[in-house]
């Protein structure tokens, strides 16, 4: 163990706050870092609301309006390490979605035209004003450490706390979500893609080659499988593998459809037809992450170029 006592702040910025509650969820391995981790700063646990210095900052969620640049840049100034905690923060995460529609579009959505909105009323004034893009953390400030998942899972946050305290690096394994799903890779006659609600899968085989779309395969481990061993195919929250990444011509649906198409009797060009048709939930946890932006995906570029290009240096008035 580090002799050096560890002293932790957390930020949550614009996210669902699921990373945090991942603490809770170490039940009683937290005792194990406890000892050794001063939590400070907590939105969950403390109500300290300024930054006192520590050694480490976990941030969790994007970068969606003024406050979140702040927050963050308070963290930097005040943290001698920062992790960048959860899809949100590493890659923009599901918020990223918000990049293909207009600010004024949301703020319609959200409080004006909303069935579940009683009183149909724009934010405050004092609120704080959206950016035009929804952006991962370090287009915002310098990130240390990248713990990608939505949130991770409680042994990688373990892991990863763990390590800070005996001083080394935390495991970061490349592995895609496949490599801990028990579900069988076999070639079928599946001949038409099928939704989730058609008909209740077969247990034992991967979702590919059932006709259903998976993203596990092109989706980083972060999570231990949970959903296909479940019976829920993924859907990416992860984020993208390293290889998907920082490779110019890999991209999730060229990936996809290569390997569906290979394990049924589903045209390839169907498959990414299907993707791209989808694509707002096929990318929208990695979506504002500018290697994602830079695939040859023109839905998602389009998209993003046209909002942007609507919008570009309007500020949103919230009156
Ligand atoms: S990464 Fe997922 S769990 Fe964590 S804050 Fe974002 S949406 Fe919530
Ligand atoms: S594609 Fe999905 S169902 Fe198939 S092995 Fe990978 S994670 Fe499991
Ligand atoms: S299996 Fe896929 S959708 Fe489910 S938690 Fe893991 S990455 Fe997310």
Not at 109 to 120: F, G, I, P, W
């Amino acid at each position: 163990m580090s002799a050096v006592p560890v002293t932790v702040n957390t930020e949550w910025l614009s996210d669902c706050s699921g990373c945090h509650i991942a603490i809770v969820d170490l039940h009683e391995k937290i005792l194990a870092v406890l000892d050794s981790v001063t939590i400070q700063r907590c939105p969950v646990l403390t109500d300290i609301k300024d930054y006192p210095h520590a050694t480490v900052g976990l941030v969790s969620g994007a970068i969606r309006n003024e406050h979140d640049r702040h927050a963050a840049m308070e963290m930097r100034k005040s943290c001698d390490l920062v992790i960048a905690w959860g899809s949100c923060a590493v890659f923009g995460g599901p918020a990223g979605a918000g990049n293909v529609h207009t600010r004024e579009e949301i703020a319609d959505a959200v409080y004006l035209n909303n069935k579940t909105t009683v009183s149909a009323q724009p934010p405050s004034c004092e609120v704080s004003p959206l950016e035009s893009t929804v952006s991962p953390l370090d287009k915002a400030i310098d990130v240390d450490l990248y713990l990608p998942g939505c949130p991770p899972h409680p042994a990688f946050v373990f892991d990863a706390l763990l390590a800070l305290v005996e001083g080394r690096t935390p495991k970061a394994t490349q592995e895609s979500v496949c490599g801990h799903c028990t579900r069988q890779m076999r070639k079928t006659d599946v001949d038409a893609i099928r939704s989730n609600s058609d008909g209740i899968a077969n247990a034992d085989q991967c979702f590919l080659s059932q006709g259903y779309l998976c993203m596990g395969s092109a989706t980083i481990d972060r999570c231990l499988s949970p959903c296909p061993q479940n019976g829920i195919p993924c859907t990416g929250c992860a984020g993208a593998t390293m290889q998907v990444l920082t490779e110019p011509n890999r991209d999730i649906r060229t990936e996809i459809a290569e390997r569906m198409s290979k394990l049924t009797k589903i045209p390839r060009d169907a498959i990414v037809k299907e993707i791209e048709r989808t694509s707002k939930s096929h990318y929208s946890y990695t979506m504002a992450t500018q290697m994602i932006g830079e695939k040859p995906t023109f839905l998602i570029r389009r998209w993003i170029a046209e909002a942007d290009q609507d919008y570009q240096g309007a500020k949103y008035d919230t009156q």
